[in-house]
């Protein structure tokens, strides 16, 4: 992880330098005012580039950094992008209406008859509306898929933004400038249509996945076990989880990430599904033979990267999924740690005791109202951790649960002094 973060971070430390020197050497507006202006676009077109590479899903970022905090780098970088051009476009505006002694409006208006400003004005107004969507308050209230559309028009900002770039002549006022940026837009958009697009559908083609059976495992839980052709070529993890599409029982554009709910095999894949809106409680009417359409499988959530034999697995609810198929690779020296409301709602715990059993590893299911009894029923209290764990700063621990739970158990294991390097969480929640 700290490797993945050095070299992303250098990266960007690079070519922000070159950035500055093609800035120094070529960014002289025809008013001071209009110097800042480039020099707000030239950052904006940059961080354009950072913004898509967190999101290009290269495999060796998602494996070492895993895919929802690159996620998050992304929705906060997305905020700094949208203030960048809002500054660019308010020099833009201030410089011509100084250069020309002129009303804002009117230059305003007089610069939307310019393609290269038009092509930058639609970029920012699609930038306003992909912002406005994406704060907490707002994105909390809209349908998934409803965000995630609005979302996809920033592609349309980018393309305006890259010809608004391209037309702009002053960036590209030398050969070396105009060959570093050709080649910075090459690289990044060629990973993100590679890894995004072309990779998904040449795998699909490839192993052919298949609904081989649909098994319920509570009232609104089931699994679905999917199969395919050359399945031990899949890259897959116990851990890691997959982006799943159902044609024919889902429209296209919907898609769910799930967990793979036991370690891969080479012969079949699970996933282990909660009831939680339209797609997932209908996963059980899936029939055996359906099409399935998979991205991935990504993240971090796998012993790739282990410091320490003994391990630690913390689940809560169905957050139990990625932790059942990591107890399969896991050594005897494991513990587990099982957060359900009552023993009934502890899906696949018949499961995890076999295997407990059979690598001499110990579950522990913990139930109760939190805040409930005397003394409160508070297990992930650090104090509460510490005893069910005695050598928990030994272990490598994994915690998979509600965006809350996964919370409050990594602030009890810091503060109980668990290294950072040791503890690996995934959230059931994006961004
Ligand atoms: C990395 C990861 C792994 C997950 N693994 C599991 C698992 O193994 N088992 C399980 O039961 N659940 C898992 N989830 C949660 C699961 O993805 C959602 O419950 C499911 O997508 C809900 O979709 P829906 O259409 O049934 O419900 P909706 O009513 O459409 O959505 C309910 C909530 O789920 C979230 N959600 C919906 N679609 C998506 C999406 N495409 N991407 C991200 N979030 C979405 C939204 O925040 C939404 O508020 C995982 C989530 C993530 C991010």
Known sequence: MTLARVTLGGVVAVNLVILEIVFFAYGQGQHPVLTVAKFFGLHAAMIMMVQLTLVARIPWLDRRLGMDRLTAWHRWLGFGLFWTVMLHAAFVITG?????????GETFLSLARVPAALLGMIAAGIMIVVVGVSIRYVRRRLPYETWHALHVLIYLALLAGLVHQFIEATTFSS??????????????????????????VWRNAYHRFRVAAVVPEADNVVSVHVTGRHLDRLPARAGQFCIWRFPGHNRWWQANPFSLSAAPDGRSLRLTAKAA???????????????????GPYGAFTNLHRKRDKTLLVAGGVGITPIRALLEESGGQTVVLYRAAKETDAVLLGELQGLAATRGAQVHLLTGRTGAGTPPNRPFDPANLHALVPDITEREVFVCGPPALTAAVVDSVRTIGVPNAQIHAERFGLG
Not at 96 to 104: I, K, P, V
Not at 281 to 286: M, N, T
């Open 175 to 200: 050969v070396l400038a105009t060959g570093y940026w050709w080649t910075l837009w090459t690289l990044v958009l060629g990973s993100l249509v590679i890894n995004r697009f072309v990779v998904p």
């Open 96 to 104: 011509y209406a100084t250069l020309y002694d002129m009303g804002f």
């Open 277 to 295: 809106g339209a797609t997932s409680a209908g996963l059980r009417q899936l029939k055996v033979g359906n099409r399935v359409f998979i991205e």
